[in-house]
């Protein structure tokens, strides 16, 4: 089972920074694609970006030119900087990733529980 741990949420003002951090741990074999979607209340989670196992990264159009993310693979951790954020950017982050857990298995995908990030006009 993978396990998948945030962090980095928080309270900024519009215009401002934050970085998200995801690491994964437990019995992993192998992660494919991470990445992180959000959702705001009311609307259905949606991608913000993602980024492949050799570090080609994509974005939603929402968030391109502000936003980064990256991956370190020997920490299985997947990260993303947020800049000139804006309030509509507010919603709860989900970490996920595609992995397996054996070499066995099949490829699953995993999710982490969310962390909130709110931008204050």
């Known amino acids: 089972q993978v396990q998948l741990v945030e962090s980095g949420g928080g309270l900024v003002q519009a215009g401002g920074s934050l970085r998200l951090s995801c690491s994964a741990s437990?019995?992993?074999?192998?992660?494919?694609?991470m990445g992180w979607y959000r959702q705001a209340p009311g609307n259905e989670r949606e991608l913000v970006a993602s980024?492949?196992?050799?570090?080609?990264?994509d974005y939603a159009d929402s968030v391109k030119g502000r936003f980064t993310i990256s991956r370190d693979n020997a920490k299985r951790t997947v990260m993303m900087q947020m800049n000139s954020l804006k309030p509509e950017d507010t919603a709860v982050y989900y970490c996920?990733?595609?992995?397996?857990?054996?070499?066995?298995?099949?490829?699953?995908?995993?999710w982490g529980q969310g962390t909130q990030v709110t931008v204050s006009s």
């Open positions: 996920r990733a595609i992995g397996r857990g054996t070499i066995v298995s099949r490829s699953q995908i995993y």
């Open positions: 980024i492949s196992s050799d570090s080609d990264p």
């Open positions: 437990g019995n992993i074999f192998s992660i494919d694609d």
